[in-house]
Every structure is written in C-alpha cells, then in structure tokens.
C-alpha cells in the first residue's frame, strides 16, 4: 500500500535548521511529485513548496523563499525539507504529500511532523 | 500570493445541505480549473474530497460536490452526517505555478 511515512517530532531553538523526511513506499517514487504544506498551532494549512519527480526542479512559496530547501533521494525514496533560521513561529506540524503532476490534487499525505522551535 | 477567503465557520443540522465559499482572484482560482477541497481534523493527514473544482477521487460520499463559477469556487455537502464535521479547505494552482491554501472553514453539525 502507499505510505508517506515522516521523521519524529523535533525541537529546535530560534536561529537554527531542521530537516525533516519523508520516506515513500507502495508506488513509483520517481513518477511523483512531493510538496509539503504546513500547519500552525490555531492556524490554517499553508502551502510551502513542491518539488518535481526528478529533483531538479523545485518551486516555494515566497514567504520561504530563501529559508527552505526541498530535495529528494532516488535511492531511499526519501524526500526532505530543511527550513533555516528558525522563529517560533514556525512552531507547526509539517506534512508532505504527493501529486501525480504539478498541477494534480495531492492524492497521499504523510502523518505529519511537529517542530517546535523554543528557546 | 493571498490566501483565498473562506468563511470561518458554517453550521448545519444532519440531513440538510451546506455550501462553503472559497473566494480567489483570477491569478488563481479564476484562472483556472485546479480547485482541490480537503476535510481535515488537527493533527491528522488531510483527505482530498473534491479535485479539479467538480471531480470526486474513489471512495468519496457522492454526498460532497464542487463548482465554480468565477473567482469563486464551492463545495456542497448535502445529507450532513455528523462524521462530516471537520475543517476543510479550498486550494487552487496559481499563475506563479505555486499553490494557495484558503483559511480553512470549520464545519459543525448541530
């Protein structure tokens, strides 16, 4: 069955970086696109960026431009996002979930990711 | 990009019919017919109920529909079942070739 299993929980202090995974089991990785969308705490769901089945391409949303990077490894079916320079408000559950194409619904999402950036 | 406007609450009584707004531009929602609706409940995966604006993926109640007309996209949930309450938000593809979520809705059955 198709699985988008995410890495734990994680704590971080303001000014740092985490990298959270996204490992894809059940279907062709490489014929799939990846984005992750995120959720604060009393918050809607805001889209962050996707990125396409090869790994070449990628396309964020401006308010993470230059602080997040998604990327993807072939040989672990793994997809990651790393967001830099941490604020409390960031403080969210992060979900990734995969599209047949850019412009396709996401079909399958994983369990979701809490990051608390805390001092 | 903003985010495209949704009511904050809508409320209805099991059997009736509810219809939540998603109100975009035509950079998005206008200019194009690439509308997802998703039902979720905190701290849980969302589950796609409505795709390109009228679609219902399998497995789906043919109780939820889609429409658009404009700038302005909808889903219909008609025979409320107190299962149906949850969040749920409109998105849509963007001429940026980003995606753009709606604030989110939060439905109640009475």
């Known amino acids: 069955q198709i699985q988008l299993v995410q890495s734990g929980a994680e704590v971080k202090k303001p000014g740092a970086s985490v990298k959270v995974s996204c490992k894809a089991s059940g279907y062709t990785f490489t014929r799939y696109y990846m984005q992750w969308v995120r959720q604060a705490p009393g918050l809607g769901l805001e889209w962050m960026g996707i990125i396409n089945p090869t790994g070449d391409t990628t396309n964020y949303a401006q308010q993470f431009q230059g602080r997040v990077t998604m990327t993807r490894d072939t040989s672990t079916s793994t997809v990651y996002m790393e967001l830099s320079s941490l604020r409390s408000d960031d403080t969210a559950f992060y979900y990734c979930a995969r599209l047949s194409g850019a412009y396709s619904p996401a079909d399958y999402w994983g369990q979701g990711t809490l990051v608390t950036v805390s001092s | ?110």
């Open chain 2, 1 to 110: 990009q903003s985010a495209l406007t949704q009511p904050a609450s809508v409320s209805g009584s099991p059997g009736q019919s509810i219809t939540i707004s998603c109100t975009g531009t035509s950079s998005d929602v206008g200019g194009y017919n690439y509308v997802s609706w998703y039902q979720h409940h905190p701290g849980k995966a969302p589950k796609l109920m409505i795709y390109d604006v009228t679609k219902r993926p399998s497995g789906v109640s043919n109780r939820f529909s889609g429409s658009k007309s404009g700038n302005t996209a909808s889903l219909t949930i008609s025979g409320l079942q107190s299962e149906d309450e949850a969040d749920y938000y409109c998105t849509s593809y963007t001429t940026t070739s980003t995606w753009v979520f709606g604030g989110g809705t939060k439905l109640t059955v009475l």
